[in-house]
């Protein structure tokens, strides 16, 4: 059985900086691309970033220059540290873990991540 949950999220000030987790099981987690989604209320769910199984990195223009996505695969685990964070960053975010093919893919039930003074 697949795993897939995300940790982290909260309430933080703007400018301030939150650190989230994903952790998988139930998939071969270095062959995978991982990726983090966002989907703020009454918008769309969008792509903040992703790695690759290769480590190639893609950032949404949002997320350039204040967010870093990493992998351990040593741990089955993607992190996404979000740093000068501003309100419109507020969203609950989603890890996604797509194979190789595209084909498959699963979901974490996603962390809330508020940015509020």
């Known amino acids: 059985q697949v795993h897939v949950v995300e940790s982290g999220g909260g309430l933080v000030q703007p400018g301030g900086s939150l650190r989230l987790s994903c952790s998988t099981s139930?998939?071969?987690?270095?062959?995978?691309?991982m990726g983090w989604y966002r989907q703020a209320p009454g918008k769309q769910r969008e792509l903040v970033t992703s790695?690759?199984?290769?480590?190639?990195?893609n950032y949404a223009d949002s997320a350039k220059g204040r967010f870093t996505i990493s992998r351990d695969n040593a741990k089955n685990t993607v992190t996404l540290q979000m740093n000068s964070l501003k309100p419109e960053d507020t969203a609950v975010y989603y890890c996604k873990a797509e194979s190789a093919s595209g084909l498959v893919t699963y979901w974490g039930q996603g962390t809330q991540v508020t940015v509020s003074s």
């Open positions: 790695i690759t199984s290769g480590r190639r990195t």
């Open positions: 139930g998939i071969t987690f270095s062959m995978y691309t």
